[in-house]
């Protein structure tokens, strides 16, 4: 039971590098989500997705674009990396039945030098 | 809007003492509420979670009661192990950006053993 599943764990790029990040989720859920994570900032939502097709912007989309092409999968892209985006990715996924909880995936770690 | 505030930490405790971490929530209806737990260099995983007023949930020895009449949910555990050591974050489903999570800050609890 794979669950949530972030590719890479880690990566090292140079400013104005891009990158993809994929996330895939075996559990047959609608909702998708990609958050970082920042020391003293918490963890703050950059997209999600509601269903295969779709995408919308969250607290701190600037910088990053997403897509949906298939239900399990939600890549997020980076096009031109920047020192500031040096964090801690979470994807996680829910189902679309009423407010219930997400499950996440261990995370990808992101320097850019 | 829908908010989370939840004691700031770390918290310090030596083996066998008892945590209580504290979480007060604001929401539009009536929410599932959750514990979630990060150990050091992992993702987030589900610790507990309560779906209506004056429900129980617990899970390996930490249990939280969904308190409406105060808008709580506080973590306890009534002796902690040197393996507790993370850092807990409060959440609940948001009534709109899809369901987004919103988490508390977190709180980093170390236990000396």
């Known amino acids: 039971n794979a669950g949530v599943t972030q590719t890479p764990k880690f990566r090292v790029l140079k400013t104005g590098q891009s990158m993809t990040l994929l996330c895939a989720q075996d559990m047959n859920h609608e909702y998708m989500y990609w958050y970082r994570q920042d020391p003293g900032m918490g963890l703050r939502l950059i997209h999600y997705s509601v269903g295969e097709g779709t995408t919308a912007k969250g607290e701190v989309p600037d910088g990053y674009n997403v897509s949906r092409l298939k239900k399990q999968n939600f890549l997020l892209g980076l096009e031109s990396a920047a020192p500031s985006q040096t964090s801690v990715y979470f994807c996680?996924?829910?189902?679309?039945?009423?407010?219930?909880?997400?499950?996440f995936g261990q995370g990808t770690r992101l320097t850019v030098v | 809007g829908d908010s989370v505030t939840q004691m700031e930490g770390p918290v310090t405790l030596s083996e066998e003492a008892f945590l209580t971490i504290n979480c007060t929530y604001t929401?539009?209806?009536?929410?599932?509420l959750f514990w979630y737990v990060q150990y050091p260099g992992e993702g987030l995983q589900l610790l507990l979670k309560?779906?209506?007023?004056?429900d129980k949930g617990s899970n390996k020895g930490f249990e939280a009661t969904y308190r409406k009449e105060t808008t709580s949910f506080h973590l306890e555990k009534g002796s902690v192990q040197v393996s507790d050591s993370a850092v807990y974050f409060c959440a609940l489903p948001s009534h709109t950006g899809g369901f987004k999570t919103i988490f508390g800050a977190g709180t980093r609890l170390f236990v000396k053993a």
């Open positions: 996680a996924s829910r189902t679309g039945q009423g407010r219930t909880e997400a499950f």
């Open positions: 309560a779906t209506k007023a004056d």
């Open positions: 929401a539009t209806g009536y929410p599932s």
